[in-house]
């Protein structure tokens, strides 16, 4: 699944691990959904989606 | 996260056990070769070891139990699905080929030596594959 996760991040000068802390995750988690490798649950998906102020569909994208 | 309380409690569970096994083994192996010992004691001596390693399966099980972080979580199923993969195929195999008198007897014992090797090859597959291990990271 495609995503907006880095340019959001960039957009507010958050480094990784700054998103990762704010999500409570590893920045390796943060790296893994960024890159497409990691598809993330629903609920973290919400918390992601909260973080921004935005919907899952305007982060997350179908393939 | 890289030191998340599930891990450090992983690392401690982990290290208790094997610092168990080794002490164990070691113990068990000297007092019963100098026959210092009879009966119900060598049952136990020679359980402890065992249980020992018991132990790590143990700290592997509640690190995913405990294990916040989904993603990491994830990494960490995958490697032990390898392991469970790698022992179970290799042991079967063998087994076969030993009931047949092709290959030598092998104590069943390393079936969880080879696990942790599938598990370590998880962990590299994984860092290949997801850019992250399962082990803290």
Not at chain 2, 81 to 106: K, Q, R
Request: overall charge neutral.
């Amino acid at each position: 699944m495609k995503n907006h996760l880095k340019d959001l991040r960039a957009q507010r000068n958050w480094s990784q691990l700054e998103l990762a802390q704010k999500l409570e995750v590893s920045r390796q988690s943060v790296n893994a959904i960024e890159t497409g490798k990691y598809d993330p649950s629903l609920p973290l998906a919400f918390r992601i989606a909260d973080l921004f102020g935005l919907t899952i569909e305007e982060i997350f994208v179908r393939d | 996260m890289s030191q998340s309380s599930p891990d450090r409690r992983y690392r401690v569970r982990f290290g208790t056990s094997m610092a168990a096994y080794v002490t164990s083994l070691f113990a068990a192996k000297y007092l019963i070769a100098h026959h210092m010992v009879e009966g119900a004691i060598i049952w136990i001596l020679g359980l402890l070891p065992g249980l020992a390693v018991v132990g790590a399966f143990y700290a592997i099980a509640m690190l995913i139990v405990e294990q916040r972080d989904e993603f990491v979580r994830m990494l960490i199923v995958r490697q032990t699905l390898m392991g469970t993969a790698v022992a179970l195929s290799i042991s079967t195999v063998w087994g076969f080929l030993e009931n047949f008198g092709l290959v030598v007897h092998v104590d069943a014992y390393w079936i969880a030596v080879i696990w942790f090797m599938g598990y370590g090859l998880g962990g590299l597959i994984n860092r290949f594959t997801h850019g992250a291990s399962g082990d803290g990271c």
